[in-house]
């Protein structure tokens, strides 16, 4: 079976299981490897989300993580990801990837949501 097909089909399996995420992941696998990088991003995305719903927070941000690191333009994940660390009490963590998010949203002419990282920032470092 040739990599789209099987996408496809496994795809069609995911919308019956939404909250799979070992079947989202292998999806996303399997679209690296035929170069579909966008849509694996989408699916490891998605993945994460639901490892947070089910409170594997590790998880969702080690995954999410992986995804920043191929697209960082993806600030709201970033955000997400500060944002779980800091419920976490990583506050370390939490304020390298608030700064990351800042100095992005800075480079984008994101004013507004600088301010409100920048005051995310003040208050983790009390």
């Known amino acids: 079976m040739n990599a ?8 069609k399996q995911l919308e019956q299981q939404p909250d799979d995420t070992r079947l989202a992941i292998r999806i996303a696998d399997l679209m690296v490897k035929a170069g579909d990088h966008k849509s694996a991003n989408d699916l490891y995305e998605r993945a994460a989300g639901v490892y947070a719903k089910q409170g594997f927070m590790l998880k969702a941000i080690a995954l999410a993580k992986q ?15 500060a944002q779980q660390y800091e419920k976490l009490a990583l506050t370390t963590e939490a304020l390298a990837q608030y700064q990351l998010l800042l100095s ?23």
Do not use: C, F, N, Y
């Open 67 to 81: 995804v920043l690191e191929r697209d960082p333009t993806r600030l709201r994940l970033r955000q997400t990801v």
């Open 4 to 11: 789209r097909k099987e996408i496809d089909q496994l795809l």
């Open 104 to 126: 992005d949203q800075e480079a984008s002419g994101d004013l507004d949501g600088a301010a409100m990282t920048a005051a995310a920032l003040k208050r983790l470092a009390r």
